[in-house]
């Protein structure tokens, strides 16, 4: 195997390894007060939640279609990238191999998780310019972006090794 690929492999069980924790810890905190008068500052409204229960209280709340494209998106197809990277760097067959990493490129595409970091990280950075709301990034919201950019590079060191012909 190219050393190119060990490091490939290395970055896909690393990525596989924080995606969930970041699935499932805390990733967002939003805190929405105000100070009054004589009371001084009063909470109205707290949340804390990870990327699974986001998806649950979604599709309990009846928003079953973004419950279901949040999952899809930032879980099923994650998960079957990072699989079949596995696969494309485990496996022997050559043609399979080509076969399975044409693949990780056509759902890379429709793996959401990085835009999905964004979208937090730029609510995050929105709330901070309102003093009654407060955001706070929580450790789910790290694991979930380190997922991301390890998924990444271990996808662009990938290279397919052609088979040597015994001519």
Excluded: H
Aim: net charge positive; proline share 3%; charged share 15%.
């Amino acid at each position: 195997m190219l050393k190119r690929n060990i490091a490939a492999l290395i970055l896909t069980i690393v990525s596989l390894s924080l995606l969930y924790p970041g699935l499932t810890k805390p990733i967002l905190q939003v805190v929405i007060s105000a100070e009054l008068p004589i009371i001084g500052k009063t909470t109205f409204y707290e949340q804390t939640q990870s990327i699974l229960e986001t998806v649950d209280t979604l599709y309990n709340t009846n928003n079953k279609f973004v419950a279901i494209l949040i999952f899809l998106f930032s879980v099923i197809i994650p998960f079957t990238k990072g699989v079949i990277l596995l696969g494309v760097l485990l496996i022997r067959n050559f043609a399979f191999k080509a076969k399975l990493y044409r693949f990780v490129f056509i759902i890379g595409k429709w793996s959401m998780a990085d835009v999905f970091v964004v979208g937090v990280f730029m609510a995050f950075l929105s709330t901070q310019s309102n003093n009654s709301i407060e955001a706070n990034l929580l450790e789910g919201f790290n694991y979930f972006a380190f997922y991301c950019i390890l998924s990444l590079l271990g996808i662009q060191m990938t290279t397919l090794e052609k088979p040597e012909s015994n001519a």
